[in-house]
């Protein structure tokens, strides 16, 4: 049996945000911030269960959080093809780079054909630092 699909506040809400964040990346905890802001209090299960189902959906990407325990979140909206190339995540701020450029994803082909693996692109990531937090340091 098919679950029901409830369309509450608290979810066109997570929409909203999830919409106005421009391909940047959140958290769970920033979304719940902002949802207090608005004056719905949200479990985090809520919270939690509606970012896996969008994450099922193939309408976010979750990504190892670099600076906190727990998960990044993007949206796929912007990003077409995302499991065609990897990333690159800052590990001060968090913000992910597509690193779509046809070397990268040569290259990549070309390590999967000699090694004899299968790279899951779109849970693959290089860490470091973004040119934003490189200046600042």
Known sequence: MLQK????????????????????CFTAGELSAFLREQGINVNKTTIYRNLDKMTAAGKLIRHKSPVADGYTYQSTEDQNHCEEHMHFQCCKCGSIVHLSDKKTADYLNELSKNLNIEIDLKLSSLNGLCKKCRNQE
């Open 5 to 24: 699909s409830y369309h509450t506040k608290a979810s066109d809400l997570i929409l909203t945000y999830i919409e106005n964040k421009n391909n940047c």
